[in-house]
């Protein structure tokens, strides 16, 4: 779907049609629930945040504003919701111990990390970010969304934005280097042996 | 910010030129270099619902049943009911402020208001005259009165004065 033809949806929709509403939830859920899953790491609490969001988009939809790309008003409604559920109780905390022990280890005895233990690792770390880090994380780093974009969608200044930007990844550099030595010190035993 | 691309020409070429002459620096960059692909790594793994098409259903169920919340205003836009109101009240306005009469208000025949000295009565015959020129166009027009009756009106009027 182009920019028009979404505009054009966008219009229908807010003139109450479903099946132009229809076509801008096919279109954009696959985002809204990669960034719930990515900052809740829970599949059904995402799918809930999924559908929340897009109930909101529906009832304010004739609010948007065409200064925001479409996807960025998502990804702002879907993380808000996000943070709040990451500041409810029923938000799944892991504690430092936790990470390191539910961290993959390293399933052969080469120096080559394996993708998946590398990315496991990753999230993990994310975890260990304050709500407003790990936000700003998942929008400029794994969704690749531009500084202004991301500010846009939190609502944070650029300078705050890029503060925010700097302690999550060096939370994720410092891990990550000890995600390493304890990989090193594991293939060193697993040689010896 | 100089691996994401978010310093301007001038700092780049700085910190290139530095890089490329110190070496605790260039191993620092290494590092970051490293944290970028592993952070890129994990950016490929995209997520995604594990039943879209039941994700979709469930938010067509839930629209079902919740209006869109509607303001005045964007009710008002949306059946285009603002600019005819808006053309109503104008005239409306226009109707009514012609048939404002000064002498409606009991005005003193002089008065001095902030050192300026009023010449009332000259106000006074001035509003009246142009008062009488436009009396007999909106005493003429009436809703059900046509466009000859108007115009037969306005003439006689001005016969008559």
Known sequence: MNPAEEREC???????????????????????????????????????????????????????????RFRTWIAKIVTNLSLDYLKSPRSKKWSGLELVENMAEP???????????????????????????????VLRDLEMMEPEEVCKALDMQDGNMKSNLFHARKKIKEGLEKWYQKEIIWNAGNVKS | MYLYGELNAADRAEIDEHLANCQSCSSVFAEIRRLNAAISLAAEDRPLPPNTANLTRLVME??????????LWSMLWESRLAVSMAAVSLMLVATFAQEVSVEDYHVPNEQTLSGVRLNVSEFRSLATRQKAKVFSWSDCRTPLASAGAVKDCMRSHFKQN
Do not use: C
């Open chain 1, 10 to 68: 966008i219009q229908k929709a807010a003139s109450g049609d479903h099946r132009a509403f229809r076509q801008l939830v096919e279109l954009h859920s696959g985002l809204a629930y990669t960034i719930a899953f990515r900052m809740t790491r829970d599949v059904d609490e995402s799918e809930d945040i999924v559908q929340e969001a897009f109930v909101r988009v529906w009832k304010n939809i004739h609010r948007y504003d065409a200064g925001f």
């Open chain 1, 107 to 137: 399933m052969n005895a080469n120096t080559v990390i394996e993708s998946s233990e590398l990315k496991s690792a990753v999230f993990r770390l994310a975890e260990q970010l304050t709500p407003k880090q790990k936000a700003v994380f």
């Open chain 2, 62 to 71: 839930n629209i079902e049943s919740v209006k869109p919340s509607f303001t």
